[in-house]
Each structure stands twice: as C-alpha cells, then as structure tokens.
C-alpha cells in the first residue's frame, strides 16, 4: 500500500469519518449537559478546535447559535462549506486557540476528543482556558474531554478503530512511540489506511500531546481561577453516571462551569 507521510488534519473528508462515527452519543451527550449543568438558557455555543464541525452543524440544526476556532484552515473551510451546505452562516474562523476572543459571549464552550493536548506548554494551556473563560457568561460551561495519564495503573498505549461511508472506509490505527513523563510530552503514530473503489492508500502522521495526570489537571483549573468543577464523566457519556475522577482515571470529560 502507498503510504503518504503528511498531516492527518489536512484531509478533512477522511478526518471527519474518522471522528464522526460517534457524533450521537456526544450530541446527546452535550445537550443533556446544558439544562443539567449550566445556569440559565443556552442559545450560543462555541467549538475551540472545531475541525470540520461535526457537532457544529448538527447544533445548528437544533437551532442553536454556533460558531467555532480551528488552526488548521482546511479543517475550517470543510467546517463551513459544511455549514453554508445546511443553510447556516459560515462561522467557524482559523485562529489559536491559545490567543482568542469573540465579540459577544457565549453560554457554552466544547472540546470533546482530546483536542486540548496538542497544547504543548503549561503557559498555552493556561492561557486557553483564561480565553474560554473570557468568552463565556457567568453561569457557562466549558465541557472538555481528554485522556488523563493514570498514576495507579498503566496507560493504554494503542487503540485501532474503523468507519465506513458510502464507498469510502477508513481504518485507523493509533500506538504509542515515546512518553516521558519528566517532560509531560507522549508521541503517538497515527494511520488512516483508506480504501475506495479505485484506489487504496495509507496516510501516516506524528502526533504529540502533552500529559496530564489527574492532580495536574485539577492544579491547572484552580490556578487559572474562573471555573468550578460542577461533574466529572467517562466517554461513555452517560448523563446520569458521573465519575470520580482519582488516579486511575484515564477518559474524562470535565464539566467546568463559569463563576
């Protein structure tokens, strides 16, 4: 099989059914999120890391105000000819989503797959969560899921999963290259092999993130100031079982509402 070293999110079309597979349980997921969680009524919503907008334009079409952030303009130019294809303003805009502002607030903020590792710094990471701070009202949420490092047990190191639409099936394999702990930072390797009815190919990318166990996670929300910790789930985003998170925890959405 050819393989093509390159960027993963510079192929939106093979992202999207990467990532999208999932789309419901996440929807549902976040709307049962905003009467349980956030004080008062939701009507704007907004995606730092927003990538093509799987969850954006399936809000939109409940009828809610979305907008949304991705560095990588490709993603954003999907995100809204996706958007514009269902008759919604093309709201999504390239920035970093470590140094932004919007002008006017929001009632909620979402980052579901582990988007905010790809911040490198504790000084970046600080700074986005003071940005999502800035741009939503009091009494907001900001729903954040990522992969914690457990301490009490050993981290998963490889996972491998598959999506098919239409005529198009991407299978994704992800492992683990280098994590080193003293430096917070993991490596992974990641494939979509991709296979359509007249060709098949293999994209292969590098992908870091920075580590955080659970003790450095809460440090980091009680530093920045602004947020509460209002409940804590897994990613098997059931609403009426939220977790504890301790050191073993490894998926965890952190439901982190505006003071």
């Known amino acids: 099989m ?3 070293n390159a960027n993963l999110y510079d192929f939106p079309r093979y992202y999207d059914l990467v990532f999208g ?5 996440e929807f549902d997921f976040l709307t049962a999120c905003f009467p349980k969680h956030a004080t008062g009524s939701v009507t704007r919503v907004f995606e730092p890391a927003c990538g093509t907008g799987r969850l954006m ?6 009828g809610y105000d979305v907008s949304g952030l991705d560095l990588n303009s490709k993603a954003v130019a999907y995100c809204n000819k996706r958007l514009k294809g269902h008759g ?23 980052n579901m797959i582990n988007s905010f590792r790809h911040i490198q710094t504790a000084e970046g990471a600080k700074s986005h969560l003071m940005c999502v701070a800035n741009c939503l009202r009091q009494g907001g949420l900001y729903i954040l899921g990522l992969h914690l490092t457990p301490t009490a047990s050993a981290p998963s190191e490889a996972e491998s999963w598959s999506a098919s639409r239409g005529n198009l099936c991407v299978n994704t394999s992800l492992w683990m ?6 430096k917070r ?40 100031g ?25 998926d965890v959405v952190y439901i982190l509402r505006k003071r």
């Open 21 to 25: 597979s999932d789309w419901k349980a």
């Open 2 to 4: 050819e393989t093509l």
């Open 177 to 182: 290259m280098d994590r080193n702990l003293k």
């Open 88 to 110: 919604f303003a093309e709201t999504a805009f390239a920035a970093d989503m470590t140094d932004f502002h919007l002008d006017q607030n929001v009632d909620i903020a979402f």
């Open 57 to 62: 334009y399936r809000l939109a079409k409940e």
């Open 185 to 224: 930072e993991e490596t992974f390797s990641m494939t979509f092999d991709i296979y359509t009815p007249t060709k098949s190919f293999r994209i292969e990318d590098t992908i870091s993130f920075r580590t955080y166990t659970a003790d450095e996670m809460s440090s980091l929300v009680n530093n920045v």
């Open 226 to 250: 602004g947020f509460e910790v209002a409940a804590t789930y897994d990613f098997a985003y059931n609403i009426n079982h939220p977790i504890s998170v301790d050191a073993s925890t490894e």
